[in-house]
């Protein structure tokens, strides 16, 4: 049976759609398969394939015929790309189009590109299923940057639904799919997909050692984790700076060199990211100097470097560094940046606090570090307002406090209104279980990255989300039939060794971290060892292979821009 492996299915189509046209070629993309193509390939590979030339079918421009070459035509099964096709074929620019829907062709789409094909120059149609973006081996997006206004326009839950089918075509599984039994998008979507899969039977007739799981769950039931500040690369990336299709804009800041101005940060195309990316932030910035005391030795260089701040001026003071180690010289870019905005905001402290109010119930405590905090100077108003969400999410019941504390933030009007957004989508009535049922203490967390360069052991958030323990209940076989039911008859088995977990508004580095390692823990609680060390090791006992995906890749700000455009597609229905 193939591995749960999303980045290297998705990888392994291109490798065949490339391969079967030899030759110099042409390559024609709709907007989205241009991002879920460069997800798994950088340009220089795709020229190594003899790909000639690179065409956007919806480019507005008109494009010069080119009959001397071939034509791939890879794109998403829809409306608009049919029709831009239809017009394609009807006025070819190209000797033969060979053409690849990334997920099922309806027959009178088919029917639409027969008639279109006047001059018999497609020589082949076939479902190569990559309708989603592949980030690592575990984690997928579908970007959708928001599901607000879902109850009404259809199509963001048939794309929902669109990726996931094609995600387990790609991996080869018919899994049994569980919901959250109290949200309706989560439900709609678990419907749409497992009508596709009886429906197209035959698609999904895989051999199948045990029964696979597809977990859709809604955002709204852990709204804490897209909250919190992050503290793992991959992860700190996304929530100071921002990730998008594995690209880091950073031409805002001052003084950037022209060639980091857009870094772009792939597990595959970079050992170093690849290494790091699940490393905390104390981890990177030692590894980080490694690399430049090796350079200093190999060059017999003798500076001094004991901060992130040294590291960046021997950068820029060493051109020759740059040339050999490029790829070095972009990270130490981004962690120094990163490192002047967790000093100017003082997150060190904020961290401290919002993870202990995130895994702790003490409401005086809290209460009296909240209102210290949103006395500091250094504070901006969005780190108070998003301290303020958690507060509200965990003493939802306590509303006067929580309106004294709004009028100590002095921000833009309206900018305060999302509390009540959070509060009214994400309150308690709306989620499912104990989203608080978390004690972990947020451990050391401070000293160690202050220590930085000196030596840090772990400085990961102690926060574990939610979906950490559905998951491991979920392959005990203990997750509850009332919250989370079946679509389709209940195995005897409910315990489950192959889990895709799916969140519908976003999921989010943090989780795909805690994916990370709890895939590597089952595997390490799975080799032969002695019972000494097998005990010593934490749960789940069950031995199984999670991935996990989301609409989008949250990070704090997006988080709270959608809940504030959810509440207000809200308010604008009723009325």
Known sequence: MDKLDIYSAIKTYFNKIFDATPGMKALLLDEETIIILSSVFAKSDILKKEVYLFEKMDNAKPREKMPHLKSIVVIRPTPNAIELLEQELKDPKYSEYSIYFTNILSYDYLRRLAQADIYELVIGVQEFYADYFAITNELFSLNIPSIAGWQTDTSIVKRISDGLISCCLSLKRRPLIRFQSNSEISRRVAKQVTDCMRLESSWFNFRQQSNPILLIIDRVNDPITPLLMQWTYQAMVHELIGIVNC??????????????????????????????????????????????????????????????????????????????????????????????????????????????????????????????????????????????????????????????????????????????????????????????????????????????LQGVQNIFSQHKPLSSELIDDLANGKLSLEEYPYTEQIPDDRRAQEIIVFFVGGTTFEEAVHIHNSNINSIQQNLPTTSSIRNSLPRPIIPHKVIIGGSTILNSKSFIDELGAIDRMSKTRTN
């Open 247 to 452: 690209r880091v804009n950073m031409r805002h800041i001052p003084g950037v060199r022209k060639e980091l101005e857009e870094i772009i940060l792939s597990f595959e195309q970079d050992k170093f990211y690849a290494e790091n990316m699940f490393s905390n932030f104390g981890e990177l910035a030692i590894n980080v100097k490694k690399l430049v005391d090796d350079f200093q030795q190999q060059t017999k260089k003798n500076q001094t470097i004991e901060s992130i701040a040294d590291m960046k001026r021997f950068v820029e003071d060493y051109p020759e560094f740059r040339k050999l180690s490029n790829n070095v010289s972009k990270h130490v870019t981004i962690l120094d940046h990163m490192s002047s905005i967790i000093t100017r905001r003082d997150l060190m402290n904020l961290a401290e606090f919002e993870q202990d109010l995130a895994c702790n119930n003490d409401f005086n405590k809290h209460t009296n570090n909240l209102y210290q905090y949103l006395q500091n100077p250094l504070a901006i108003d969005e780190d108070k307002i998003r301290l303020l969400i958690i507060y509200a999410l965990r003493y939802e019941q306590q509303a006067n406090r929580i309106n004294e504390f709004k009028a100590l933030i002095s921000s833009e009007p309206g900018k305060l209104d999302v509390i009540d957004s959070f509060l009214r989508i994400c309150g308690s009535r709306n989620r499912c279980g104990d989203l608080f049922a978390n004690k972990t203490f947020f451990a050391n967390i401070r000293k160690s990255v202050q220590r930085g």
